[in-house]
């Protein structure tokens, strides 16, 4: 069961109305069973308040990932009785779950996940295709983010003729491409030179101070925390 819960101030149902606030009681995520049995995160307790910039720190294996996924509603906790007083919430959330992903929260993964038969401009498009946006808006969009991440040459590339770090900003510009309220971001410059974290850094500041999208980020970088506010460090589960 998963065990987020996402408020709507505004007192009705309508996901445009959803506040971003995240709030985990004591989730947990195991794998195998019996004396195969391990945790990948044991009862962990957090909250992320609406427009704030965080950071989740800890060692490589130390289930960053998983946390991240589990709070971008990529994957589900393990069990837990302890969210039962949520389960209301739940229910009204779970039909709202595909809006969520199409319209509120995008996700930079940490190994980019791009679409390989797409071209990069139709891998930055596809989230609005989902989002059921009118070809020639979704052309404007496109056009304008390659120009921003200064993709404009290698639009009609194919994931595998770009390099790591390439791909990387392919990633983080088709998350962005929806103008999402929540980001969740998974190592998202550790691929790329210093210059260019510094870059998509000040972007993400910039996304958090100027329109106040909420943002997680799994990172080993001092400096990229610098620019949030708050760390959950995680150690070992
Ligand atoms: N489905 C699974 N089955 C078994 N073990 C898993 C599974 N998923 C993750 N793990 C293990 O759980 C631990 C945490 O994985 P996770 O990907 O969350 O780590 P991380 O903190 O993001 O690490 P990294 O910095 O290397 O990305 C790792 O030891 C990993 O091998
Ligand atoms: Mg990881």
């Not at 930055?124 to 070809?135: D, F, Q």
Request: aromatic fraction near 8%; hydrophobic fraction near 40%.
């Amino acid at each position: 069961m998963n065990c987020l819960r996402f408020w709507h101030t505004i007192g009705n149902i309508d996901i445009y109305q959803y506040s971003s606030m995240i709030e985990c009681v004591s989730i947990s995520k195991q794998v195998g069973n019996g004396s195969q049995k391990a945790y990948l995160l044991q009862n962990i307790d957090l909250k992320i308040g609406q427009g704030e910039f965080v950071s989740i720190m800890g060692p490589s294996g130390s289930g960053r990932c998983t946390l991240l996924h589990i709070l971008g509603l990529l994957a589900d906790a393990a069990n837990g009785s302890f969210c039962h007083q949520v389960e209301e919430a739940q229910n009204i959330f779970e039909k709202k779950k595909n809006e969520v992903h199409r319209n509120i929260i995008a996700f930079v993964f940490q190994a980019y996940h791009l679409l390989e038969g797409l071209t990069i401009s139709e891998n930055i498009e596809t989230p609005l295709l989902y989002k059921k946006m009118v070809g020639s808006e979704r052309r404007s969009v496109v056009a304008d983010i390659l120009d921003k991440f200064i993709m404009v040459a290698k639009k009609d590339l194919f994931p595998h003729q770009l390099s790591g770090g390439q791909q990387q900003l392919v990633g983080i510009a088709r998350a962005l491409s929806i103008n999402p309220k929540v980001i969740f971001a998974d190592e998202p410059t550790g691929n790329l030179h210093s210059e260019q974290a510094e870059e998509i850094m000040r972007l993400f500041k910039k996304l958090n101070e100027r329109d106040g999208a909420t943002i997680v980020q799994v990172t080993h970088s001092e400096y990229n925390v610098s620019f949030g506010q708050g760390i959950i460090k995680l150690k070992d589960g």
